[in-house]
């Protein structure tokens, strides 16, 4: 006797449902930051950008068209750069992380994803792009 196909798998009791969330997205921030591993990093400085994606809950009803019922994309972006010209950390994963806790917490936006690149390494024959991508959810 053939077997019948086994249904996928209903979801456990008390499990929580797929969130749909709406997104607004800024791309190619740019800023001087003074990070890296080596001194010569750190003191010449070089161009950081960074892509940034904010979460906010959808409604089901047409949204007022008033700024403050949305995020203010002009003050994350003062946001985005303020921090990238601040940091002093060496590495790439932990700006994009300080960016990531920075816009949850001033924004109170349930999940942000950071995409965080240097455009030019001083590192003599070094020619790629080096980015971090990731992704934080509010605790």
Partial sequence: MPRRPRSPASPRAGAPA?????WLRLARIQGYGHLGITQKERELGQRIEADVE????????????VIDEAIDYEEVHRLVRS???????????????????????????????VHVRK???????????????????KS
């Fill in 18 to 22: 797929h969130e749909a969330l709406d």
């Fill in 54 to 65: 904010l979460a906010y809950a959808p409604t089901t009803k047409r949204r007022p068209d």
């Fill in 83 to 113: 921090q990238i010209e601040m940091s002093r950390c060496r590495l790439l994963e932990t700006l994009a992380e300080e960016l990531a806790l920075a816009l949850i917490q001033e924004f109170d936006s349930p999940r942000v994803r």
């Fill in 119 to 137: 455009l030019h390494v001083p590192v003599e024959d070094f020619t790629t792009t080096p980015e971090v991508i990731l992704e934080r959810v």
